[in-house]
């Protein structure tokens, strides 16, 4: 198993200390930095800066949002970060929620499915460098009667195959990714709840008549080192909160269905019904230990490489942490401890 970054986004005071993790991931060995994008920092700018800033560890889009490009524009930017930093960027991509697609982007959220299948037939076809035509029921190119001409790419990636991401949370996206994609971006990944999604996303993949291909299942996890577990687990209760009660609407959240097909059906009601009433401190405190420690890496080192080994076991083939800390120095020896902890679980390469 490896070990990945997650900075999540940019922009909220947090550069100079994102950029400082980035070149200590890349000091450590570490395999890949991730960013994200919503609304705020785009994620090309930051993978752009922190990949001139950084010599061997990859770069992750973790994700581009599907509806804020077309698929030849995504197809463009994979293509020239993949040259610029000399092979090293991993395209995830993901829908997005109705909130962000419809709010911010002006898309409608409707037909995800069909829509991510298109957007990949074409990345992928451009990035071969193939004439792109493509005939379907969301993107058609060239478009018909008019003066568009069938293009090819002219950028020459390093790679002949960059690798490509889905962020799946819903079964039938799951399955969808074990069709398409060389990896998953799982959120909130639980050894002990994750066996039915793993059982779906190979049974994508089977479906595809590609069972015994590779699959990155990449976990994002928060990560606090402490002496006590529960104390260990309060900051990353906001950002459960967060998800599980505000990503989205009452009637369409995927990170609070997640929490109930987890067997959190009752503190997911509890955690949404605070988080909308602006109880943000109420619906952190709501989170269950249970739900943050399976979803984290929490404690100290022996205990954090014990849960290491049962992420492996469940499937994880990269951890992607994000360390919490009071302070810089703090996060950057969370990131050593890491390693040492991987190495104790005898999991390093």
């Known amino acids: 198993m490896k070990l990945g970054l997650n ?20 000091r450590l060995g570490f395999s890949v930095v991730w960013a994200a994008e919503a609304y705020g920092s785009d994620v090309v700018s930051v993978l752009a800066w922190v990949g001139a800033l950084t010599e061997r560890v990859d770069l992750g889009a973790a994700v581009m949002q599907i509806p804020a490009r077309t698929p030849a524009m995504t197809a463009m930017t994979a293509a020239t970060l ?3 930093s000399g092979g090293r960027f991993r395209l995830g991509l993901g829908v997005s929620g109705p909130q962000v697609s419809e709010g911010w982007h002006g898309v409608r959220f409707d037909k995800p499915l069909g829509r991510t299948r298109e957007y990949v037939d074409i990345v992928r076809a451009a990035l071969a460098r193939e004439r792109v035509r493509y005939d379907g029921e969301h993107y058609r190119l060239p478009l018909p009667d008019g003066p568009g001409k069938a293009l090819t790419l002219t950028v020459h990636p390093v790679r002949e195959h960059i690798p490509l991401y889905l962020a799946s949370v819903g079964p039938k996206n799951l399955g969808l990714t074990g069709q398409l994609a060389d990896g998953w971006l799982a959120i909130f990944f ?14 994508g993949m089977a479906a595809a008549g590609r069972a015994d291909a590779p699959m990155d299942i990449v976990a994002t996890v928060p990560i606090v080192v402490g002496d006590d577990v529960a104390t260990a687990a ?14 989205g609407s009452r009637e369409q959240n995927f990170y609070n269905q997640l929490a109930v097909r987890m067997g959190f059906e009752q503190a997911a009601a509890q955690i949404q019904d605070r988080y909308l009433a602006r109880d943000y401190t109420g619906a952190a405190a709501a989170v269950p230990l249970e739900f943050v420690d399976g979803t984290s890496l929490l404690g100290p080192v022996e205990r954090i490489a ?14 992607s942490l994000a360390p919490h800390g009071a302070s810089m120095p703090e996060r950057i020896e969370t990131l050593r401890i890491a390693v040492d902890a991987l190495e104790r679980a005898g999991l390093a390469a």
């Open 7 to 26: 900075l999540g986004y940019w922009g909220a005071g947090n550069d100079a200390d994102n950029l400082a993790l980035a070149r200590e991931a890349d």
């Open 82 to 84: 993949d040259s610029l």
């Open 190 to 203: 639980s050894p002990e709840h994750s066996a039915e999604s793993v059982a779906t996303l190979r049974a």
């Open 234 to 247: 309060d900051p990353v209760r906001p950002y459960c909160a967060l998800y599980v009660g505000g990503m």
């Open 306 to 319: 014990e849960r290491m080994r049962a992420f492996a076991a469940a499937g994880v083939t990269t951890l």
